[in-house]
C-alpha cells in the first residue's frame, strides 16, 4: 500500500483479534472481508502520518501507552512460558486465599426507603409488632429484595457497602438496627435472620484462577528484579 507491505504476520494477528480464530478457520469470505477492513485501517494510518495527527501528542502518549501494554503482555507470556504453576504452588496459594475468607456468611431482611424519617417510623411500627415481610413488600425501594418480603437471601460482607455490612455485623440473630442505616442507595431497616459458616470452594473449581494468580506473582518479582537494575529519575 503506497510503498508500505502489510505482512502475512500482521494480518494473521488482526484476524485474532478480530475473529477470535486463527487465518486458517475463516472463510474466504472472511478473508476477504478482514483483509479489506485492515487495508482500509492502514489508508487512515498513513494519512494520519501524512498530515501530523500521529505527531501530535496526545496521540503519541496513546501510542505509546499501546506500546508499553503489547510489550508487558508479550514480556509476561515469553517469560512464564516455561514456568508453569507447580501443585505445590497452587495450593499454597489456595490455603492463602482461604485463609483471607470471611469465617462466616449471613441472611438478611432489609427495608430500604429514600429518607431516614420514613425508616424511622417503619422502625417504630416494627418496635410495635408489624410484620418486616409486609412491611418491606409494601415500602420498600429495593426491586430484588422487595417482593420477597426484604430477603436477602445468604452473602458475605465484603459482598455489601461498608455501612450495611458494618450494621448486619453488629446485630444478633432476630435483631433490627435501632436505627436506620444510611448507604449511597438510600435509608435502610434491616434485620438479621442468621448466621452459618462460610465454606470455601473446592481447590478444583478454583484451580484456573489460582494459576493465573501463581503467574501474576512470578512476572510481577520478575520486574521488581528489572528494576532493580534500572536506573529511574522522577521528576515532579
Known amino acids: 500500500m503506497n510503498g508500505k507491505t502489510i505482512s502475512s504476520n500482521t494480518f494473521s494477528q488482526y484476524v485474532k483479534g478480530a ?42 502518549a496513546l501510542l505509546d501507552m499501546a506500546r508499553l501494554q503489547i510489550l508487558q503482555r508479550a514480556m509476561a507470556e515469553q517469560y512464564l512460558k516455561d514456568r508453569p504453576a507447580s501443585d505445590q504452588e497452587l495450593r499454597a496459594e489456595y490455603d492463602l486465599r482461604i485463609g483471607q475468607l470471611p469465617k462466616l456468611r449471613y441472611r438478611a431482611s432489609h427495608i430500604l426507603v429514600g429518607t431516614e424519617d420514613a425508616a424511622k417510623q417503619l422502625i417504630e411500627q416494627l418496635n410495635k409488632g408489624a410484620s418486616f415481610a409486609q412491611l418491606a413488600r409494601a ?6 429484595s422487595k417482593d420477597k418480603g426484604g430477603d436477602l437471601d445468604w452473602f ?73 537494575k534500572a536506573k529511574v529519575a522522577k521528576t515532579p
Open 139 to 144: 415500602n420498600s425501594t429495593d426491586p430484588g
Open 19 to 60: 475473529a477470535s480464530k486463527p487465518p486458517e478457520e475463516i472463510t474466504p469470505e472472511q478473508r476477504t472481508q478482514l483483509l479489506d477492513n485492515l487495508v482500509r485501517a492502514e489508508v487512515v494510518a498513513q494519512e494520519a502520518e501524512r498530515d501530523g495527527t500521529a505527531a501530535k501528542d496526545e496521540t503519541r
Open 156 to 228: 458475605t460482607p465484603e459482598s455489601m457497602t461498608s455501612p450495611f455490612a458494618e450494621a448486619v455485623q453488629k446485630l444478633k440473630k432476630g435483631e433490627t438496627t435501632a436505627a436506620p442505616v444510611k448507604t449511597e442507595f438510600g435509608w435502610h431497616v434491616i434485620r438479621l435472620v442468621g448466621t452459618a459458616d462460610n465454606p470455601p470452594p473446592p481447590f478444583e473449581s478454583v484451580k484456573d484462577r489460582l494459576g493465573q494468580m501463581v503467574q501474576e506473582k512470578k512476572f510481577s518479582a520478575y520486574v521488581d528484579t528489572l528494576l532493580a
